[in-house]
């Protein structure tokens, strides 16, 4: 049991280009998250799906578009990646239901870095 | 005005001492409530949830009041291992936001 796994751990792209950061889970959960953090601006999120072939957006979706595969898999991707870009990715996952507490679990992050 | 306001810190404590973190949430609908701890440029991991009448985990404590919208984690005989940013969590259906975290070093 993996838990949430990310892909690639570190990327380095220059102003333009694009790319697609991978996200994976095993646990069997429904919602599927992607947050960006930067220094002194917490998590925020970009985008979230509820549940396999639902997609919204977050607080801060410019510049990016997502994917929900299948229920395991969520990829976020940069069109034309921008230095503001640059932040630290997490994908996270979660188990949704009627009642209880569902935690968010987070994978490990995609530290990204434009110039 | 943030959904999720937390004092940032730093709280450096020596080994042993008491610490009580704070935080308030702006949206009186939200309805699941949780602390995270984050190591430098890891993941956010699960520290404990937080349940309307209060709950302790060993030597953490957390407490929502949700007539004052305020959630706090107190920790309690602090530990070097403790050191980490803690994030106060507020979910509201399917969104979760974050505080800024609160920074805490405890020193020997």
């Known amino acids: 049991n993996a838990g949430v796994t990310q892909t690639p751990k570190f990327q380095v792209l220059k102003t333009g280009q694009s790319m697609t950061l991978q996200c994976a889970q095993d646990m069997n959960h429904n919602s599927m998250y992607w947050y960006r953090q930067d220094p002194g601006m917490g998590l925020r999120l970009i985008y979230y799906?509820?549940?396999?072939?639902?997609?919204d957006k977050g607080e801060v979706p410019n510049g990016y578009n997502v994917s929900r595969l299948n229920k395991r898999e969520f990829s976020l991707r940069l069109e034309s990646a921008a230095p503001s870009q640059t932040s630290v990715y997490f994908c996270a996952s979660r188990l949704t239901g009627t009642s209880g507490f569902y935690e968010q679990y987070f994978g490990p992050g995609t530290r990204l870095t434009v110039t | 005005r943030k959904e999720v306001e937390q004092d940032p810190g730093p709280f450096n404590v020596p080994e042993g001492a008491t610490v009580a973190f704070n935080c308030t949430y702006s949206?009186?609908?939200?309805?699941?409530f949780f602390w995270y701890r984050q190591d430098c440029r890891k993941e956010p991991k699960l520290l404990m949830s937080v349940y309307s009448s209060g709950n302790e985990d060993g030597r953490f404590t957390a407490q929502l009041n949700r007539a004052s919208q305020y959630i706090s984690l107190l920790i309690r005989d602090s530990k070097l291992s403790d050191s980490a940013t803690y994030l106060c969590?507020?979910?509201?259906?399917?969104?979760?936001?974050f505080g800024t975290g609160t920074s805490l070093t405890v020193i020997p």
């Open positions: 799906s509820a549940s396999e072939g639902t997609t």
């Open positions: 949206n009186s609908a939200s309805q699941s």
């Open positions: 969590v507020v979910s509201t259906g399917n969104q979760f936001y």
